[in-house]
Antibody, heavy 120, light 112 residues
Framework: QVQVQESGPGLVKPSETLSLTCTVS??????????WSWVRQPAGKGLEWIGR???????NYNPSLKSRVTMSVDTSKKRFSLKLNSVTAADTAVYYC????????????WGQGTLVTVSS | QSALTQTASVSGSPGQSITFSCTGS?????????VSWYQQHPGKAPRLIIH???KRPSGVSDRFSASKSGNTASLTISGLQAEDEADYYC????????????FGGGTKVTVL
């Protein structure tokens, strides 16, 4: 059973950097059949894809966030991370990490989500 | 690249069938057999219920079915039950030059 779990600060000040980590309990972490994504959801709104990272380190980001997003991976610890800089109140959301089955592109395992609030 | 367009809300009585849609474009739904659907109860993470347009993962009730025609995908819930009350999101791979993955805005299903 694959488990993914987000962790990180729940409160970030405006203009600072949001940093989250997702820890994965699965031997599939380094399999090329999967990649790892971040998705966010503002309160009462829909889902927004932030980006993806393969265990190899290859990344793709949502163009709307690309200038502010960095994803990284640590295969030795089965973790991947998200950094979003220059945050504003509009970045307040529940952030989910998820495993994605690569070729058919579907999200088969999700973390429980972590609320990040941007406020001074 | 705009999000996929979903019916905002649908309601039905227990036992009824409901269908709602997700409309994209030739760059996403219309070009790839890669539509997935997710169920989300309040305060919970999304849960995969359909992948690759119409395939159901193991453990998902066969009351959930999906189809696609052109740029529009549809999800049908048969024999509606109280536990089906939730938000439902469609998702598609996109080759349109924008985000690689697009989500719909969500459909709120209410069981009367």
């Amino acid at each position: 059973q694959v488990q993914v779990q987000e962790s990180g600060p729940g409160l970030v000040k405006p203009s600072e950097t949001l940093s989250l980590t997702c820890t994965v309990s699965s031997d599939s972490f380094t399999s090329g059949s999967f990649y790892w994504s971040w998705v966010r959801q503002p309160a009462g709104k829909g889902l927004e894809w932030i980006g993806r990272i393969y265990a190899s380190g290859n990344t793709n980001y949502n163009p709307s966030l690309k200038s502010r997003v960095t994803m990284s991976v640590d295969t030795s610890k089965k973790r991947f991370s998200l950094k979003l800089n220059s945050v504003t109140a509009a970045d307040t959301a529940v952030y989910y990490c998820a495993r994605v089955v690569a070729a058919p592109v579907y999200f088969d395992n999700w973390g429980q989500g972590t609320l990040v609030t941007v406020s001074s | 690249q705009s999000a996929l367009t979903q019916t905002a809300s649908v309601s039905g009585s227990p036992g009824q069938s409901i269908t709602f849609s997700c409309t994209g474009s030739n760059s996403d739904i219309g070009s790839y057999d890669l539509v997935s659907w997710y169920q989300q109860h309040p305060g919970k993470a999304p849960r995969l219920i359909i992948h690759e347009d119409s395939k159901r993962p193991s453990g998902v009730s066969d009351r959930f079915s999906a189809s696609k025609s052109g740029n529009t995908a549809s999800l049908t819930i048969s024999g509606l039950q109280a536990e089906d009350e939730a938000d439902y999101y469609c998702c598609s791979y996109s080759g349109g030059g924008g985000p690689l993955v697009l989500f719909g805005g969500g459909t709120k299903v209410t069981v009367l």
